[in-house]
């Protein structure tokens, strides 16, 4: 069964910055690729970033292109997502999913960051 | 950026009842786009890929169609594990995109 577990969200001023994580069991982590999404409270979703399966290769929405960057440690079946310069918009569940290449496949529970002075 | 449009934002159904969900994009997006279910507090799932594709373990109560710039969630007859939010989503370009939702609730 695959796993995702998020951690790393909790309470952070505006412009400082937070790392979270994504464990994953269950699937071959090292050869699927990764996304980062994002809901604010009561709203719709957002991509954020996405990931290949090597780490070679990433993507950004526009709104935390040169703010934030996603990572990966295929030892630990780990994903990451460093945040920079948050903004109170930033302020969101953030989930990690599985990307087959086109769309979430699995999703974990999600982390809440939120963004407050 | 692809723009995704749902309507109606709210679709008020009794069960039993047949729920038609529509997604427009603002442009050709071929087929590629998926639906997600979304209930209260918990993460998105995976309902339709393909536009027209049912996810493993899905009834065939819900069905898609489209291509193009308009697309259709079909739920023929509606159940009470039915009523959500639902999302579709565009994966023909970067950055892929989500539409602002449609919550389906109980008339």
């Known amino acids: 069964e695959v796993q995702l577990v998020e951690s790393g969200g909790g309470l952070v001023q505006p412009g400082g910055s937070l790392r979270l994580s994504c464990a994953a069991s269950?699937?071959?982590?090292?050869?699927?690729?990764m996304h980062w999404v994002r809901q604010a409270p009561g709203k719709a979703l957002e991509y954020v970033s996405a990931?290949?399966?090597?780490?070679?290769?990433?993507y950004y929405g526009n709104s935390v292109k040169d703010r934030f960057t996603v990572s990966r440690d295929n030892f630990k079946n780990t994903l990451y997502l460093q945040m920079g310069s948050l903004r109170p918009e930033d302020m969101a569940v953030y989930f990690c999913?599985?990307?087959?290449?086109?769309?979430?496949?699995?999703w974990g529970q999600g982390t809440l960051v939120t963004v407050s002075s | 950026e692809i723009v995704l449009t749902q309507f109606p934002a709210t679709l008020s159904v009794s069960p039993g009842e047949r729920a038609t969900l529509s997604c427009r994009a603002s442009?050709?997006?071929?087929?590629?786009l998926a639906w997600y279910q979304q209930k209260p507090g918990q993460s998105p799932r995976l309902l339709m890929y393909?536009?027209?594709t049912r996810a493993t373990g899905l009834p065939a109560r819900l069905s898609g169609s489209g291509s193009g710039t308009e697309f259709t969630l079909t739920i023929s007859s509606l159940q009470s594990e039915d009523f959500a939010v639902y999302y579709c989503?565009?994966?023909?370009?970067?950055?892929?995109?989500f539409g602002p939702g449609t919550k389906v609730d109980l008339k």
């Open positions: 990931i290949s399966s090597d780490g070679a290769r990433t």
């Open positions: 999913t599985t990307w087959n290449g086109k769309y979430s496949d699995s």
């Open positions: 393909d536009a027209s």
């Open positions: 442009q050709s997006i071929s087929s590629n």
């Open positions: 269950g699937f071959s982590f090292k050869t699927t690729a």
């Open positions: 989503q565009q994966y023909n370009d970067w950055p892929f995109t």
